[in-house]
Nanobody, 116 residues
Framework: QVQLVESGGGLVQPGGSLRLSCAAS????????MGWYRQAPGKQREFVAS????????TYADSLKGRFTISRDNAKNTLYLQMNSLTPEDTAVYYC?????????WGQGTQVTVSS
């Protein structure tokens, strides 16, 4: 069973940056496309970004291109999300999971709050 543990969230001012991490257990991390998702209060969970197993192909939600960067370290079973130029609209709980078919058990997520 895969466990996903997100970290790195917090309170940041508009225009600030954060780097999220996702530690994955299990021995299949390196062969799976992985992604970041987020869920804002009162909204459905939405796709943020994904990265292929080797890290060579990345995709982003159209509204986030240029501000967010997804990366991974397969040796450490860890997924990252560098977020720059944050706005209040980025406030959400951020999750990582497999793409395109998520594992059934999601992690607890990490809260990102963008506010002055």
């Amino acid at each position: 069973q895969v466990q996903l543990v997100e970290s790195g969230g917090g309170l940041v001012q508009p225009g600030g940056s954060l780097r999220l991490s996702c530690a994955a257990s299990g021995r299949f991390f390196s062969i799976n496309t992985m992604g970041w998702y987020r869920q804002a209060p009162g909204k459905q969970r939405e796709f943020v970004a994904s990265i292929s197993s080797s890290g060579g192909v990345t995709t982003y939600a159209d509204s986030l291109k240029g501000r967010f960067t997804i990366s991974r370290d397969n040796a450490k079973n860890t997924l990252y999300l560098q977020m720059n130029s944050l706005t209040p609209e980025d406030t959400a709980v951020y999750y990582c999971n497999r793409r395109p078919i998520p594992y059934p058990d999601w992690g607890q997520g990490t809260q990102v709050t963008v506010s002055s």
